[in-house]
C-alpha cells in the first residue's frame, strides 16, 4: 500500500512549496484549483476545501436538481484536470496540497447522491474526509500512479464513492 507519509512529509517537494493569493488570483486556473482560495490555509487544506465546497452545495442546493448537480459536478471536474494540470506546472510540483478543486468535487458528489439534511451532511462530510486521507485500494494507487490533473481528481471521486456507500448503508440499516 502507498505510504501516505510521504504524501504529507514537510520533505516532500510539493510541501515545501507555499501558496500565496497573489498566485491564486493570478491565473483562472489557480482560482479553480484552489477553489478560490479555500487551499491556502497550510495546514489541513483538504479539509478546508472539503468544507468550503460543502458549503456552496448547502447554499446552492434550494436552487438545483440532482441534474444540475451531475452538470456541475462533471464541468468542475473537467476543469479541475485542467486547473491541476496548470497548477502543477506553475509550482513545479505534483498534486499540491493546496490544489483542494478535488475535494469539493468529491463532496459535491456525495452530497448529490445522499438525502438532504444536516445529519447526513455531517455523515458525507466525515466518510469523505476518512475516505480520501486513507486512500483504500484503488484510491491509493490512482494518487501514486496518476501524477497529472486527471490523477489529482480521480482519487477523490472513488473516495466519494466510498463515503457514500458507507453512509448509505449506516442509513439503510438504522433508518
Known amino acids: 500500500m502507498f505510504n501516505m507519509q510521504k504524501k504529507y512529509d514537510e520533505e516532500n517537494p510539493a510541501n515545501r512549496v507555499v501558496l ?3 498566485f491564486v488570483w493570478s491565473h483562472p486556473a489557480h482560482m479553480i484549483a484552489t477553489f478560490f482560495g ?8 483538504g479539509t478546508y476545501g472539503t468544507l468550503a465546497g460543502a458549503l456552496a452545495f448547502i447554499v446552492l442546493s434550494p436552487s438545483m436538481t440532482t441534474t444540475y448537480w ?8 473537467a476543469l479541475g484536470v485542467w486547473a491541476s494540470d496548470r497548477v502543477a506546472r506553475d509550482l513545479g510540483v505534483d498534486d ?5 478543486v478535488d475535494e ?6 456525495v452530497y448529490t447522491f445522499l438525502p438532504a ?5 455531517i455523515a458525507g462530510f466525515a466518510a469523505f474526509r476518512f475516505f480520501d486521507i486513507v486512500k483504500l485500494p484503488p484510491v491509493d494507487i490512482l494518487d501514486e500512479k496518476l501524477k497529472n490533473g486527471l490523477g489529482v481528481m ?3 471521486v472513488v473516495a466519494a464513492f466510498y463515503a457514500w456507500v458507507l453512509v448509505s448503508l449506516i ?4 433508518g
Open 70 to 77: 451531475l452538470i456541475a459536478t462533471l464541468v468542475l471536474f
Open 96 to 100: 499540491h496540497r493546496g490544489i483542494v
Open 117 to 121: 439534511g444536516v445529519l447526513w451532511w
Open 154 to 156: 480521480a482519487d477523490d
Open 104 to 109: 469539493v468535487v468529491g463532496i459535491w458528489l
Open 20 to 22: 500565496t493569493s497573489r
Open 171 to 174: 442509513g439503510w440499516i438504522f
Open 38 to 45: 479555500a487551499g491556502l490555509p497550510r495546514q489541513a487544506p
